[in-house]
């Protein structure tokens, strides 16, 4: 499967963003998603985790009730609704696919194909 994140760009703190993720290939059905961010010079971090279906969620305690993740198997996409924008939060975004479909991995080495990423900067 192939990943192409969207959406990212500059917002003042306090705004929004919504992040999508478009999938081609092979249908984004097959396999649970999710986000990861990696700001400069630090390593690359886990946002938020969906299952295959959509039945379970999890997030970093960071984005917890600002940031939301949801899919639609339908249109082979993902996305990343972002809201109350902090400036820590200014980084690269990418979705990434997990062949373990029923599990909400957190960690990069537990996903197996990546987007491009998109690069969400917050001001102050």
């Known amino acids: 499967v192939q990943l192409q994140a969207s959406g990212g760009g500059l917002v003042q703190a306090g705004g929004s963003l919504r992040l999508s993720c478009a999938a081609s290939g092979r249908t984004l059905s097959s396999y649970a998603v999710g986000w990861f961010r990696q700001a400069p010079g630090k390593e690359r971090e886990f946002v938020a985790a969906i299952s295959w279906g959509g039945g379970s969620i999890v997030y970093a305690d960071s984005v917890k009730g600002r940031f939301t993740i949801s899919r639609d198997n339908l249109k082979n996409t993902m996305y990343l609704q972002m809201n109350s924008l902090k400036p820590e939060d200014t980084a690269i975004y990418y979705c990434?696919?997990?062949?373990?479909?029923?599990?909400?991995?957190?960690?990069?080495?537990?996903?197996?194909?990546w987007g491009q990423g998109t690069l969400v900067t917050v001001s102050s």
């Open positions: 990434a696919a997990s062949n373990m479909r029923y599990k909400l991995a957190t960690s990069p080495a537990e996903y197996h194909y």
